[in-house]
């Protein structure tokens, strides 16, 4: 196989900075990079610098190890907010910022000595997950944070992405309300649905939007696509009607036939609930996946597709069939088709000028 037949993810980091100015001028306030899981999948990193220099100053990641790669990268002057939170002195100086979630954690940090980064203190309103029940925080020693150089409160929507949910409204009202206690402090509200649905504060933390994810499912996608996902074709075959392709035979030809072969599978993170759903892109024409994804292959039915050869590149995520549309026929969101794609493709940055 010649080095060039590898699959190609390309991505636009003009696009995710426009984005960035898109989300930016429609909160009128300070907005954060989201990067965590290396940048929902496209490279936290490259996603970041790029960010960073369209004037980002605050990013958020999930996991300490994320925090301290981002800020080798970054330098130290933006802030990098740990959303699970780490104990004290775990990141070894790095200067990251720990979401405290905990009753426990807040009383680690208020007995630690005080860091420049500071801290952040997630309110539970409604999620469930993550952050500080209502009964934990009327249980708080007064002032346990006045130390710790507590930057913002947060608190994270449920379910803003659906307009009609009553949970978001109830969650906006419990969060002025429990941030009502630390009136000084500056408040972290919205996610991308969260900002689309005109929810402002001091620091909206939208992610999916940046990379292209629609923020209002079930209206027009007001963000740019960012990314291109193309694989290679390593082999074409003509098959008679009759004959089944793939592994448990699942699709049989109705007419004769032609099938390309591309290199790449579910390890890449091409979902196997794709199986005889998904569309490639060649030449600008849609063509069906036949059979079953296999773990470094697929194939697709390319027998009214016209000319083409091995070599050709086939879009399976993109412009074309983006990573919503690409997440409804896998039954699943867009989310996850970013965050799946895999370690063997070749990455390719457009720059971000
Ligand atoms: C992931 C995450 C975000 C970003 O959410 P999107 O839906 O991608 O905009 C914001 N805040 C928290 C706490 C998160 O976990």
Not at 37 to 47: H, N
Request: hydrophobic share 45%; glycine share 12%.
């Amino acid at each position: 196989m010649q080095e060039a037949l590898a699959g190609e993810l390309e991505v636009d980091l003009g696009a995710i900075v426009a984005n960035w100015h898109t989300l930016r001028n429609r909160h009128g306030a300070d907005i954060a990079g989201v990067v965590k899981a290396d940048g929902y999948g496209l490279g936290a990193v490259p996603v970041a610098l790029a960010m960073a220099g369209a004037g980002c100053r605050h990013f958020f990641v999930a996991q300490l190890q994320e925090g301290l790669a981002l800020r080798q990268a970054i330098g130290n002057a933006p802030m990098i907010a740990v959303l699970g939170g780490f104990p004290p002195g775990a990141d070894s100086g790095a200067g990251l910022t720990p979401v405290l979630n905990t009753p426990q954690d807040i009383a680690a940090w208020a007995a630690a000595p005080r860091q420049n980064a500071g801290v952040i203190l997630h309110l539970d309103t409604g999620m469930e997950r993550l952050g500080l029940s209502a009964a934990q925080r009327a249980e708080l020693p007064p002032g346990v944070l006045d130390n710790a150089g507590l930057r913002y409160v947060m608190t994270h929507l449920a379910c803003a992405d659906d307009p009609g949910h009553p949970l978001t409204a109830l969650q906006v009202s419990r969060f002025a309300e429990a941030a009502g206690a630390f009136p000084d402090t500056p408040r972290s509200l919205a996610n991308s649905a969260g900002l689309f649905r005109g929810l402002t504060s001091d620091l909206a933390r939208p992610g999916c939007a940046a990379y292209g994810i629609n923020p209002t499912p079930g209206q027009p996608n007001p963000m740019r696509q960012v990314m291109r996902l193309t694989i290679p074709i390593i082999q074409l075959r003509d098959v008679p009607a009759g004959t089944p392709v793939g592994y448990g035979a699942t699709w049989i030809a109705k007419r004769d036939s032609r099938i390309a072969t591309i290199a790449a599978g579910y390890a890449d993170g091409y979902l196997r609930a794709l199986s005889s759903r998904g569309i490639g892109i060649i030449a600008g024409r849609p063509v069906k996946l036949v059979g079953r994804v296999s773990m470094d292959l697929i194939t697709l039915d390319v027998t009214d597709a016209g000319d083409m050869q091995v070599g050709d590149r086939v879009e399976m995520i993109g412009p074309g069939q983006t990573p919503d549309e690409v997440a409804a026929l896998a039954g699943t969101i867009g989310y996850e088709v970013l965050t799946s794609l895999g370690a063997r493709y070749r990455r390719r940055y457009l720059g971000a000028a």
